[in-house]
């Protein structure tokens, strides 16, 4: 409806000044923290730690704000599904193990994708992390290659804390978190890094039971 449509101009305004302030924010931040880092060399200084971790947080925000607005250098190539999601299982394998957590992979069929390799990497580890994130006292997360019709399925399905029908209906706006730690662009990103491939996210979820996430990929020429 024309509702909506405002709505996602608006939408899409807010992201362009987001990205736009998070540009101009990025060097006086890069400033002041190298300042400081030279000042707590001189003297031993309150709180350093506690202002350099906020400072960190700070500029993962515009970090994050700054990948939206790089389509520039974006490259579509034609690459297979496997070798990016192991790349990332592989990351992940410590921390996962760390935490109690196991990683189920099951690749029943996978394929050739039209996609830019370090935006999937980027949708792969953020979600990923929230299901790590989701598993404080362990679980697991179950990682499945499959077809669906046209379409590369990748789906993480964990046994973690899972959602409110509130939290799944506000996931992929900017800033909305239950997390202390958070900052809710996570899914932000994936939301526009799958858009961009012209694939679909699927996310189901009950509380106390888990989160499964189902991204749908076109598949491309072999
Ligand atoms: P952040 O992780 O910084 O909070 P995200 O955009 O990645 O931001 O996620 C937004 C919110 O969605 C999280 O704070 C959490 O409440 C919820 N969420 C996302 N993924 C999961 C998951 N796998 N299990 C439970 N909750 C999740
Ligand atoms: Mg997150």
């Known amino acids: 409806t024309e509702e909506m449509l405002r709505h996602t101009e608006k939408l899409v305004f807010a992201g362009q000044i987001a990205v736009g302030i998070a540009h101009e924010i990025r060097n006086p931040l890069t400033t002041v923290k190298g300042m400081l880092q030279l000042a707590e060399k001189d003297t031993r200084m309150r709180h350093y730690d506690l202002i350099m971790s906020e400072l960190e947080r700070m500029n993962l925000i515009v970090s994050e704000f700054l990948i939206l607005g790089k389509p520039q250098v974006v490259h579509f190539l034609q690459e297979r599904c496997l070798p990016i999601l192991e790349e990332v299982l592989n990351l992940f394998e410590i921390e996962a193990s760390l935490n109690g957590i196991t990683l189920d992979f099951q690749n029943k069929r996978d394929h050739v994708i039209r996609c830019d390799r370090n935006q999937i990497k980027q949708v792969f580890m953020n979600i990923l992390k929230n299901a790590v994130e989701a598993m404080p006292y362990g679980g697991s997360v179950q990682i499945?290659?499959?077809?669906?019709?046209?379409?590369?399925?990748?789906?993480?399905?964990?046994?973690?804390?899972?959602?409110?029908?509130?939290?799944?209906?506000?996931?992929?706006?900017?800033?909305?978190?239950?997390?202390?730690?958070?900052?809710?662009?996570?899914?932000?990103?994936?939301?526009?890094?799958?858009?961009?491939?012209?694939?679909?996210?699927?996310?189901?979820?009950?509380?106390?039971?888990?989160?499964?996430?189902?991204?749908?990929?076109?598949?491309?020429?072999?």
């Open 144 to 222: 499945l290659l499959d077809t669906e019709g046209a379409y590369q399925l990748i789906r993480f399905a964990d046994t973690g804390v899972g959602m409110t029908d509130d939290v799944l209906q506000r996931l992929g706006e900017p800033f909305h978190t239950t997390k202390p730690e958070g900052n809710g662009l996570g899914m932000m990103i994936v939301k526009k890094i799958i858009e961009a491939h012209k694939g679909r996210l699927v996310i189901t979820s009950a509380v106390h039971e888990g989160t499964t996430v189902d991204i749908y990929l076109p598949i491309g020429q072999a």
